[in-house]
């Protein structure tokens, strides 16, 4: 595929099409307020991506329940005061021509106890202080998945992404390595699946018919096994519940170390999968113009952009004016964030990933 390709329109089963295949990615910044409600830093970092030329603004994974959070000044959408917000963030979006998105988001077992959260998980996990949920909580949990989708179509919203990936609940429950219940949401794939689809069943008859539905599934590590994922993946695809399914495998080139898909990348394991109306995109190291079009060419609809657009929140634009464009080199200096839009806790995230931000 030719960079060009990257700049033709995408339409989904339900919902507005995209004006190009570039979607911001859901990116944890640390910025929004105490109480999870949107922050003027928030706002400013997507509207400069939105102003960037991405076809889609998702926002940074906001928490379905207080006792999910995860990050420090994480977004919320678990509370009726999260709307005025969230409404004005939809509406900016619209204004400037793109398709919007909330991913939700649960820590799980993964929540962290110093942020007031409750550690749950399928499973007790007594040395971390995580306790099992109940059967009647699982179906709350689910149920908070389902209200978080109806405020962010309140807020004007055109979806929301289910966020499955990164060892988060919904991921927890996919395992078999944490989730060894002896009930429906537990044993065969089918029944740690369950949650998961009961959570996009309910988001789609609960919303209006033409609100977009994402998914978001990691293929490794946090007791995940490469054949299971790509069944649930398979299974999402031809039941249509979903308009579109992001993988998140770090790096979109990056090789499966199972059997029997030893050696094949990570995506080719999922891009054969027959897709019915659904839309295929992948993130993980697209950090310029051909990678972007590569990852079209292994078999993508789209691209999730996440590094790349924190180095250069208009890379949309950059491309489509240089076809050889690459993202700036790392590391790069706490100024140079600075420059690029991102507030002081933005910046003070990024130095926690490796080789990011500069040491002085």
């Not at 089963?13 to 105490?34: C, F, Y």
């Not at 979806?159 to 429906?184: K, M």
């Not at 992001?246 to 990570?266: I, V």
């Amino acid at each position: 595929m030719a960079v060009c390709d990257l700049f033709k329109p995408l339409a989904f089963k339900r919902g507005p099409s995209l004006k190009n295949r570039m979607i911001l990615a859901p990116l944890t910044n640390w910025q929004s307020n105490v109480d999870g409600t949107v922050s003027k830093e928030d706002e400013h970092w997507l509207q400069q991506c939105v102003k960037g030329g991405f076809s889609m603004i998702m926002t940074a994974a906001a928490n379905v329940h207080a006792d999910g959070k995860t990050f420090p000044g994480q977004l919320g959408i678990y509370h009726d005061r999260h709307l005025e917000g969230l409404k004005r963030v939809a509406d900016m979006i619209r204004e400037n021509g793109a398709t919007s998105s909330v991913q939700l988001h649960h820590g799980g077992a993964r929540a962290q106890k110093s942020l007031g959260s409750d550690p749950v998980g399928p499973s007790a996990v007594p040395e971390m202080g995580v306790r099992a949920l109940s059967l009647e909580d699982v179906e709350t949990l689910r149920d908070d998945y389902v209200r978080a989708a109806k405020r962010a179509e309140m807020a004007g919203f055109d979806g929301v992404e289910v966020h499955a990936a990164f060892g988060w609940v919904l991921s927890q429950f996919l395992s078999p390595t944490y989730n060894y219940r002896t009930d429906r949401y537990g044993g065969s794939l089918e029944n740690r699946a369950r949650l998961l689809f009961e959570v996009i069943d309910r988001i789609r008859a609960t919303c209006r018919p033409d609100f977009q539905i994402g998914l978001r599934l990691s293929m490794e590590r946090h007791g995940l096994h490469l054949k299971d994922i790509r069944d649930v993946a398979a299974r999402a695809m031809k039941e249509e519940q979903i308009d579109y399914l992001d993988l998140a495998p770090w790096d979109f080139r990056k090789l499966a170390q199972d059997d029997p898909y030893q050696g094949q990348t990570l995506l080719s394991v999922f891009t054969d999968l027959p897709r019915s109306s659904v839309r295929l995109g992948v993130s993980g190291k697209i950090l310029g113009a051909q990678d972007a079009a590569d990852a079209l060419a292994a078999g993508c609809d789209f691209v999730m952009i996440g590094k790349a657009a924190i180095l250069q929140s208009d890379f949309p634009q950059r491309v489509e004016m240089d076809h050889q464009y690459h993202a700036p080199a790392l590391p790069v200096t706490r100024d140079y964030l600075k420059e690029q839009g991102l507030s002081a806790n933005f910046i003070a995230y990024m130095e926690t990933w490796d080789g990011f931000v500069q040491i002085t």
